[in-house]
């Protein structure tokens, strides 16, 4: 089993569509989370950090179920500028020791 | 300024050469990273400095050669590679708190797009 698995995509949607990413981890003791957004090309770049009590910044909000170990962003009205690879990453360090283990990624086409 | 800075931006060696690839950053962090990069793949983590000390090596061929100079600089010496190792090389920074468990945010450097010939 991969340490952190992600739906396989990609994902075309039209403009304004609402959109769901899935992600599972294999670490329980996993602490730190987060959604990176990755352009053809470009560096991985920080979308938003995934808390227990769910967070939402504008369109994005951002789920984490630390029973089922299952992390999920949702993407309302999506715009062009969506269109991008969303990486899953999680945190397998342990204490005071950072290990960032990426998922493969989900491509997310939005077309107009 | 959340600004990592990477040089050269490519760079195309023989399996002979020995090459340097570099990595600044002036955020403060305590914390930099190596990761490698293959096309349709995810970041794949090399090394972790923090303090300047390395603390881990995820099993990296020796004929690549991390190095810390000072807090905000982080090499990778490069000496016969192989053509399998041309990928994207990707430096990270993060904020480092002794009272935090894990440190937050990594950013990433555009990195250098390395070809081995």
């Known amino acids: 089993r991969k340490e952190v698995e992600q739906d396989p995509g990609p994902f075309n949607v039209p403009e304004g569509a609402t959109v769901a990413f899935n992600c599972t981890y294999s670490?329980?003791?996993?602490?730190?989370f987060f959604w990176y957004r990755q352009d053809c090309r470009k560096e991985p770049k920080l979308l938003m950090s995934?808390?227990?009590s769910g967070n939402e910044d504008g369109r994005f909000t951002a789920q984490l179920n630390r029973a089922s170990q299952y992390i999920s962003l949702l993407i309302r009205d999506s715009k062009l500028s969506d269109s991008a690879t969303y990486l899953c990453?999680?945190?397998?360090?342990?204490?005071?020791?950072?290990?960032?283990?990426f998922g493969t990624g989900t491509r997310l086409q939005v077309f107009p | 300024d959340t600004e990592v800075t990477q040089t050269p931006k490519h760079l195309v060696m023989g399996m002979t050469n020995k090459k340097s690839l570099k990595c600044e950053q002036h955020m403060g962090h305590r914390a930099m990273y190596w990761y490698k990069q293959k096309a349709k793949k995810p970041p794949e983590l090399m090394f972790v400095?923090?303090?300047?000390?390395?603390?881990i090596n995820e099993s990296v061929p020796s004929r690549f050669s991390p190095e810390c100079p000072n807090s905000s600089l982080l090499n990778l010496h490069l000496h016969a590679l192989q053509p399998e190792d041309s990928a994207l090389y990707l430096c990270a920074s993060s904020q480092r708190r002794p009272q935090r468990p894990n440190s937050e945010t990594q950013y990433f450097g555009p990195g250098t797009r390395l070809l081995v010939l």
């Open positions: 995934v808390y227990s």
């Open positions: 990453v999680v945190n397998m360090g342990a204490y005071n020791t950072d290990k960032l283990i």
């Open positions: 400095y923090s303090y300047e000390k390395l603390s």
């Open positions: 670490n329980s003791a996993s602490q730190s």
